[in-house]
């Protein structure tokens, strides 16, 4: 089992669209979770850290689920410029001060 | 955030050379940096965990000897691929550890290898 699974997609959706991805982890001693985005031939760029009681920034919703090991983005009203591939990204743990990667979730919006 | 610069952003080559190239945190300090590769439509491979004033630790697969990696200072990390060939071509990225901001890792814009 990897230690982030996420989704693939792609996701196809139009404009205006609601969206969601999800995330799973399996460290259960995991200590900070984030989501980045990472355009074509580009680097990844952080797009908000990920806390329990939930957090929120604009059009973006992050939740976290310690009790299930899971992770959620939630994008409101979809702008083609959203259209990357997110990734889920987890922090520390057993196994010391490690940072894991998800293989990302492809997102395209359409007009 | 924070800002991690990355340097050369693309490079070509001959195979047999080696290339080096760094990556600073330009306006904090980290102890920690990575080194990441990406290949085409793949996911980011971590290579390496440097650490300032030690040996850097390398993934499972990775060649130490052909990966030198070197954190001098508190801002500086380099990689040299040494002896390079055309299938250590990829999308070289690296990232610095902000303790101060949770952990969060920002990353430099990546360097391009292209060995002919």
């Known amino acids: 089992r990897k230690e982030v699974e996420q989704d693939p997609g792609p996701f196809n959706v139009p404009e205006g669209a609601t969206v969601a991805f999800n995330c799973t982890y399996s460290n259960s001693a995991s200590q900070s979770f984030f989501w980045y985005r990472q355009d074509c031939r580009k680097e990844p760029k952080l797009l908000m850290s990920v806390y329990s009681s939930g957090n929120e920034d604009g059009r973006f919703t992050a939740q976290l689920n310690r009790a299930s090991q899971y992770i959620s983005l939630l994008i409101r009203d979809s702008k083609l410029s959203d259209s990357a591939t997110y990734l889920c990204?987890?922090?520390?743990?057993?196994?010391?001060?490690?940072?894991?990667f998800g293989a990302g979730t492809r997102l395209f919006v359409k007009a | 955030g924070a800002v991690v610069s990355q340097h050369p952003s693309w490079v070509i080559c001959k195979s047999g050379t080696s290339v080096k190239i760094e990556c600073r945190s330009l306006d904090f300090q980290a102890t920690t940096m990575f080194w990441y590769r990406q290949f085409p439509k793949q996911s980011l491979m971590l290579m390496a965990t440097?650490?300032?004033?030690?040996?850097?630790?390398?993934e499972q697969g990775v060649e130490k000897d052909k990966f030198l990696i070197n954190h001098a200072s508190l801002t500086l990390s380099t990689l040299t691929v040494t002896s390079a060939h055309p299938e250590d071509s990829s999308f070289y990225i690296c990232?610095?550890?902000?303790?101060?901001?949770?952990?969060?890792?920002?990353f430099g814009p990546g360097t391009r290898l292209t060995v002919l």
């Open positions: 440097s650490n300032e004033g030690s040996k850097a630790t390398y």
């Open positions: 990232s610095a550890r902000k303790e101060a901001q949770r952990n969060e890792q920002f």
């Open positions: 990204v987890v922090f520390g743990g057993t196994g010391g001060f490690k940072t894991i």
